[in-house]
């Protein structure tokens, strides 16, 4: 088996990520304004500094080559949760590293999406315009063992650093080279292991196609959720209205590729 994931961490920040609101809990739609609620007109603010600092931090733990400027995209796609139609994510700031015997292949910024419920049909974006940082791993992870020492590591690295306690991991699993699978809606390291075994298990009975599934942590099983699109489908765009890295980086920057998620 090969694994690789893509963890969503969220840095303790006293507000979002492009405008002023507060990060806190409150009652739904409270802690919004234009800006996260993607009204007509409105611009992002300059990035949050504790945002960036954070990011900045992991990336030298997680021994990344730090890229020195990097450009804000405009990453395209419809969801209910999502006022502007697209979100912004950086380019990755930090490429080539490596941590706990697994490959880091790159480190960037997002903003999180609000929350959308699709059995009530409502939206809250308190949420939206929340940072995130995305580490994404190379596919080196060939056991439980391994995937489950790498997670704690990485939790504990992150609580070392203050960084944050909250993580998400996608999780990408193939098998005997076959195609890869990514599970998404995984909040736990128990459930991150959980769906690994259960993918193992599904696609040498299956065999597996190139798809995105959602892991249910009731059932502990996954299910598929859609086709995967590619980086294409997303028409990624550099946002206007935040400044573009210096002219003696462009040229090296323009070969960066995009995470398709
Ligand atoms: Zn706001």
Request: proline share 7%; charged share 25%.
């Amino acid at each position: 088996m090969k694994v690789g994931f893509e963890l969503h961490v969220t840095p303790l920040t006293e507000s979002k990520m492009y405008c002023d609101c507060p990060t806190k809990n409150a009652q739904p739609n409270l802690q919004v304004c234009p800006i996260c609620t993607g009204q007509p007109g409105s611009k992002p603010m300059a990035p949050n500094e504790t945002a960036l600092r954070a990011g900045i931090k992991l990336a030298k733990a997680l021994n990344c080559t730090l890229n020195e400027s990097v450009s804000v995209m405009r990453k395209h796609y419809f969801y209910p949760d999502l006022p502007n139609n697209y979100q912004l994510t950086s380019e990755p700031f930090g490429e080539n590293g490596s941590f706990n015997n697994v490959g880091i292949t790159e480190i960037h910024f997002e903003e999180d999406p609000g929350q959308y419920d699709p059995k009530s049909g409502l939206v809250d974006l308190n949420r939206s315009g929340s940072p995130l940082l995305e580490v994404v791993t190379e596919p080196d992870i060939d056991s439980i063992e391994k995937a489950r020492d790498f997670l704690e590591e990485f939790s504990a690295l992150l609580g070392f650093l203050g960084i944050s306690q909250k993580i998400k991991a996608d999780t990408n699993v193939s098998i005997n080279g076959g195609a890869r699978v990514e599970v998404k809606n995984i909040g736990s390291i128990s459930g991150a292991l959980n769906a690994i075994q259960y993918e193992v298990n599904r696609q040498a009975k299956e065999g597996a196609v190139l798809e995105t599934r959602h892991y249910d942590k009731d059932t502990m099983t996954t299910k598929p959720a859609r086709l995967k699109e590619t980086v294409a489908d997303y028409r990624y765009m550099r946002e206007p209205n935040l400044p573009r890295p210096r002219a003696s980086l462009q040229a090296k920057n323009g070969s960066t590729t995009y995470s398709t998620t």
